[in-house]
């Protein structure tokens, strides 16, 4: 059963949102959120909640969270969990967010997408083969020069049009439930300042995949190192047994490190080592890696490894040449979810089934605010939203699937109240 159908506002609210510039930025001068531009984004939804009629809205006006509740209507005497769904506002830093120009295409032919005919951006059909998938159906794409943000307001716009479902049916039971729309989540501090006592949920779904019928359960153990190679530069015509060139021993550094162990020879559950930025010169380099294992011993290990070839340079050269900031970013939520709360997976299969919709449960390459808020004490699956392409210009999402993503949340709902 199907509670929306033609009256799915879900697509006019991404439209909306897609147009708010909310991009994040790496920084590293402590700023939360990065931007103050995601606050455009957080007050429009604090409005709407509003005239919707949730309760307890909330904006965390130091931070950028927003909170609020949907009031149970379960009858007398029946319990249900108080559940959460969450998704981020941010959008990624990699690709401008700046003055976004979604287009729908109805009835989509199966042929290559001219996103824009001036500049000759072309979306093709030999890159992205899936999209013969989506034939007959309705794809919302950029014109090319920026990414769309289906990433994350895709998830965004189904947990409103959700909300708004709820808010105008009483007569649907169902229990408590809590959303909240974070900032930051693009560059990793998106749950640093996450209320989870306040939240007061008892389980959540983080709404931030991909593709229809994904659910994420697994993800990496994830963390930054930051490399920095100290050097020793004197004019290149009198270097001879002298210069230490730090752009040279940096490659150096890099060649030790498995040369298959890099995220474009892996896959599925393999980890790797990611050299993700590099600035410097002769006197100095500094490399920021990335360093992730779904299995949390070959995680460790690899930290380790990491760790004894700057020790192993450093002695080489027998002087402190390579230091190393190591932090541990997020772990693997799959500690949290399973055994104890399976519930949360057999349900969100439950409602896809449902909807005639097949389950795709693959571990995340990467992580999502749900990562450490499962290890906050809020166990927090990811559920599909619909995009693809996430962080490029050739970023989509297909209509269709959004609509069907927010019957998922509300089966879901329905479930959790039987």
């Known amino acids: 059963m199907k ?60 931070h950028c969270y927003v909170y609020a509740t949907i009031p149970s209507t379960l009858k007398e005497g029946k319990t249900a969990p108080v559940l959460g769904f969450i998704s981020h506002m941010d ?33 093709t059909v030999e890159e992205n083969p899936e999209l013969t998938d989506y034939m007959g159906q309705s794809l919302i794409v950029t014109d090319g020069t920026t990414l769309l943000g289906a990433d994350d307001k895709a998830g965004v716009a189904e947990i409103m049009e959700m909300t708004d479902f709820l808010l105008h049916h009483p007569e649907i039971e169902h229990g408590t439930i809590r959303i909240a729309f974070t900032p930051d989540e693009e560059v990793g501090q998106g749950v640093d300042y996450f209320d989870v006592k306040g939240f007061g949920a008892d389980f959540a779904y983080t709404v931030d995949g991909g593709k229809l019928g994904e659910l994420e359960y697994e ?57 993700d930025t590099i600035s410097g010169s002769v006197e100095e380099v500094v490399v920021d890696y990335i360093i992730r294992d779904h299995d949390r011993q070959k995680f460790e290990q690899k930290k380790e490894f990491f760790k004894k070839t700057a020790a192993f340079l450093n ?27 399976a519930h949360l997976i057999e349900n969100a299969v439950k409602a896809m089934e449902n909807l005639g ?10 992580g999502t605010d749900g990562s450490r808020l499962s290890f906050m004490g809020l166990p927090c699956p990811n559920l599909c939203t619909g995009g693809h392409n996430f962080h490029g ?26």
Not at 13 to 39: N, R
């Open 91 to 123: 959008t990624s830093p990699a690709v401008s967010g700046k003055d976004v120009k979604p287009r729908v295409i109805e009835n989509y032919d199966g042929k290559d997408i001219v996103l824009n005919e001036e500049k000759n951006i072309v979306m």
């Open 3 to 62: 509670y929306l159908n033609e009256n799915n506002q879900v697509i006019e609210k991404f439209l909306t949102y897609v147009k708010i510039d909310t991009q994040s930025a790496e920084t590293d001068e402590g700023h939360f959120p990065s931007t103050q531009k995601q606050f455009d984004l957080a007050r429009l939804l604090v409005s709407q909640l509003k005239e919707m009629g949730a309760v307890d809205v909330v904006l965390d006006e130091e």
């Open 219 to 275: 993800s990496f153990n994830a963390a930054g190192a930051k490399l920095t190679v100290h050097g020793y530069s004197v004019h290149p015509g009198s270097a001879k047994n002298k210069m230490l060139n730090a752009i040279l021993l940096a490659q150096e550094f890099q060649s030790i490190l498995p040369v298959h162990e890099n995220p474009a020879s892996t896959e599925g559950y393999e980890g790797f080592y990611h050299p």
């Open 393 to 418: 210009r050739f970023e989509y999402a297909c209509a269709d699937s959004m609509k069907t993503c927010v019957e998922i949340l509300l089966q879901i709902v329905m479930l959790y109240a039987k």
């Open 357 to 366: 919709v097949t389950p795709l449960i693959a571990p995340i390459r990467g």
């Open 315 to 341: 002695e080489k050269y027998d002087r402190e040449i390579f230091t190393v900031d190591m932090k541990d970013s997020y772990y693997n939520m799959s500690e949290k979810i399973y055994p104890e709360n």
